[in-house]
């Protein structure tokens, strides 16, 4: 059966796709398909065999109702599991498939604008009159295409898009771009902006980040720091180590004369927090919650930490409490800092977010949704996980907390807000339609954080009690944005690719 059904989704990638992604959805589903294909075929036989026997009528009326219900209740999980099937299989084609990112940004103190250049290597798979790009506040200073190993320069014109925030290319020419390997560079400037701003769609690649900096600045990014180069007598140049695959919203760098303080986990991973002057000493709740959360989720999840560091940097002006960027954490300075007159529910809530934000490195990093429309999924993961991880760093170190003490802080902060928002009229199901990045950033309050928390863990529950092994269906290949939303799912709840396919389908068609 499994031979049959890899060589199916071999034939599938081969002949349609060319997505090896798809292979651990595929490959599930079609067992799943398969193995209900054939029942059918069996109760049919039975209905058959209930038509032909010499039974009363009743009986024989009753054998076949039966029958019809538990066929007419197998067809419609097949249709259902086809249905979440084509949706991931359409999410992921595309006409241009980016290979990889280089950023260099020039950036000093004093200005109020930097200036960047960005190479895009992508190969176009079907030929296309315009090349679309996403664009926000950038004023394009010159565009460059070459096409092929040979990088023949082909002469292009943009315009901008300012109401769809895109940049379109096109040939100068009156030509399509035909299908081939380019490379695409860009000069850029824009205004540094300190405002909040609305989440943009995603998509997930390598980068390679390099910033141009003052000598007297330290400059982190999401994978440590490759080389340093000298660009002029107090300018030098910090290059940075490629990323593994990851989603665009995640590349993040700070440049700051922070200090730092730095441990290593049990298994090597280096774990930094850069504050201000004089702050160590308010860090080390901070340090000591994030090395320990690193180590909790390594051992409940089977998963190792997936990149070599993990910096954490307080921000003083930060709109929002924390951020994911994989590798390199940002938090608000008033909800990290700590001291010994700190009352003991503020610590508990600063160990919370920077257990919520460690675990979205396995949780919307390492694998990543495929959609705005499930956010609640990365977000209820996260908030359920880090209930266990503080309740274990409190518990096994030496604090006066108690573990009563810790759940009713965070139901205070969490499962009680949500059950107020989702009273009102104008609430919204967790699972929810999002067409525009506007509307991605609204979807940022409690109904995706605290009520998707709630709901997981109850399924949570009711999973545990099933003896499947979850790391079966968290393979070596998972990497941020290529495996499906069913497959995050399945693993939250340690349960069985089918039951998580059906948690998705209720979710979403119950619209909770």
């Known amino acids: 059966m499994a031979q049959s059904s890899a060589a199916a989704v071999n ?53 076949k109702t039966v029958v019809l219900v538990v066929m007419v209740t197998t067809v419609w999980r097949v249709v259902s599991v086809c249905y979440l099937l084509i949706s991931a299989v359409l999410s992921t084609i595309s006409h241009v498939d980016p290979t990889r990112y280089t950023l260099m940004f020039s950036l000093y103190p004093g200005d109020r604008v930097f200036t960047g250049n960005t190479d895009v290597q992508f190969e176009l798979l079907t030929e296309t009159k315009n090349l679309t790009l996403n664009s926000k506040d950038l004023s394009i200073i010159r565009v460059v295409l070459y096409k092929g190993k040979l990088r023949e320069n082909i002469p292009v014109k943009f315009s901008l898009d300012t109401e769809n925030e895109e940049l379109v290319l096109s040939r100068t020419e009156d030509k399509k771009f035909e299908t081939d390997s380019y490379l695409l560079r860009m000069q850029y400037r824009a205004d540094l902006k300190r405002e909040k701003q609305d989440a943009n769609w995603s998509t997930t690649n390598r980068f390679t980040v390099m910033v141009d900096h003052l000598r007297k600045f330290r400059v982190i990014s999401n994978m440590p720091k490759k080389k340093d180069r000298s660009v002029r007598s107090e300018t030098v140049r910090s290059e940075f180590v490629t990323t593994p695959t990851m989603s665009t919203y995640l590349v993040a760098f700070v440049m700051s004369d922070l200090e730092e303080t730095k441990v290593t986990t049990s298994r090597g991973v280096a774990v930094s927090v850069y504050s201000r002057p004089g702050k160590k000493n ?172 709630a709901l997981l863990d ?29 497959i995050t799912m399945a693993t939250v709840n340690k349960c069985p690719m089918s039951y998580a396919m059906e948690i998705i389908r209720l979710v979403n068609l119950l619209r909770i």
């Open 11 to 63: 034939f599938i990638q081969t002949h349609f796709f060319d997505n090896s992604e798809l292979n651990s959805l595929s490959l599930v589903a079609i067992v799943f398909l398969t193995l209900h294909v054939t029942r059918c075929m069996v109760f049919r036989a039975m209905w058959a065999g209930y038509e032909a026997a010499d039974v009363i009528d009743v009986d024989r009326q009753s054998c």
């Open 282 to 453: 308010s860090s080390q709740t901070g340090l000591e919650t994030v090395k320990n959360s690193v180590e909790f989720f390594e051992n409940y999840l089977g998963r190792v930490f997936p990149l070599p560091k993990l910096d954490v940097v307080p921000l003083p002006d930060f709109a929002i409490g924390g951020m994911e960027n994989w590798g390199l954490i940002t938090i608000r300075e008033d909800m990290f800092y700590t001291d010994p007159e700190t009352p003991p529910e503020t610590v508990i809530l600063t160990r919370a977010i920077l257990a919520h934000e460690v675990a979205h490195m396995w949780f919307g990093d390492l694998v990543s949704i495929t959609s705005w429309n499930n956010l609640w999924l990365k977000e209820g993961a996260a908030n359920m996980l880090m209930f266990p991880a503080v309740e274990q760093l409190i518990t096994k170190g030496a604090h006066t907390t108690t573990v009563s003490d810790i759940k009713n802080s965070l139901l205070q902060v969490s499962r009680f807000p949500a059950l107020e928002f989702d009273s009102v009229l104008n609430t919204h199901p967790v699972s929810m339609n999002i067409s525009d990045p506007a509307e991605a950033a609204a979807a940022f309050d409690q109904i995706s954080y605290s009520k998707s928390a």
């Open 458 to 486: 109850m399924l949570k529950e009711i999973a545990e009690q099933l003896e499947t092994d979850h790391e079966q269906y968290f393979t070596e290949d998972d990497r941020a944005g290529l495996v499906s939303d069913v």
